[in-house]
């Protein structure tokens, strides 16, 4: 199975911006990949932020974009608020079987 | 309003087995399949697999294969996921999350149900 790495913690100013990545063991991520973005806050389910490497719902900031960026899925904060601290995940799909990152604890400091 | 709502909390001993459901309101049951993920305390997400309620077809992560069953009822729009021969690291909260195949959208989660297993 394939393995999927995010950073397990970044810092980022209030006001500043900060890019969260997500790689894959098996190589390059791409659009194939369809990556997901989730927002996860203590006691919370998880919040879907950005889906199909992109695209943003209804209730997506827009201070957050999704996009790939060095052969890796990209989670883009400009921009950030107290409100964004917060656990972040990303999924990738391989065929029928998905996998998820190990999370980046996001700091707004 | 779309909703997913889950099974309340469960206690279970290590070597049982454990049935979680997932109720659909708001929407067509059929027309989306169903995720299931689990996050043991402390730690991430982790993806057991998914079901197409209109066919009833799995898919189940490797590390799960021979102890999930992912199950529906159209009936009544309710997804099952049963975990059979639990350990204590199976202690987790279990959610149910819904799929658009055509968007590939996963947009609407349920509140999660909390499984603890111990002796």
């Known amino acids: 199975q394939a393995v999927v790495t995010q950073e397990p913690s970044l810092t980022v100013s209030p006001g500043g911006t900060v890019t969260l990545t997500c790689g894959s063991s098996?190589?390059?991520?791409?659009?194939?990949?369809?990556p997901y973005w989730f927002q996860q806050k203590p006691g919370q389910a998880p919040r879907t932020l950005i889906y199909?490497?992109?695209n943003k719902h209804s209730w997506t900031p827009a201070r957050f974009s999704g996009s790939l960026l060095g052969g890796k899925a990209a989670l883009t904060l400009s921009g950030a608020q107290p409100e964004d601290e917060a656990e972040y995940y990303c999924?990738?799909?391989?065929?029928?079987?998905?996998?998820f990152g190990g999370g980046t604890k996001l700091t707004v400091l | 309003q779309v909703q997913l709502v889950q099974s309340g909390a469960e206690v279970k001993k290590p070597g049982a087995s454990v049935k979680v459901s997932c109720k659909a309101s708001?929407?067509?049951?059929?027309?989306?399949?169903m995720h299931w993920v689990r996050q043991a305390p402390g730690q991430g997400l982790e993806w057991m697999g998914r079901?197409?309620?209109?066919?009833?077809?799995?898919n189940y992560a490797q590390k799960f294969q021979d102890r999930v069953t992912m199950t529906r009822d159209t009936s009544i729009s309710t997804a099952y996921m049963e975990l059979s021969r639990l350990r204590s690291d199976d202690t987790a909260v279990y959610y149910c999350?819904?799929?658009?195949?055509?968007?590939?959208?996963?947009?609407?989660w349920g509140q999660g149900t909390t499984v603890t297993v111990s002796s």
């Open positions: 999924l990738l799909s391989y065929s029928g079987a998905r996998v």
């Open positions: 079901i197409n309620p209109n066919s009833g077809g799995t």
């Open positions: 708001g929407y067509t049951f059929t027309g989306y399949y």
């Open positions: 199909d490497t992109s």
């Open positions: 098996t190589g390059v991520v791409t659009s194939g990949h369809y």
């Open positions: 999350a819904r799929f658009d195949v055509d968007s590939y959208d996963m947009d609407v």
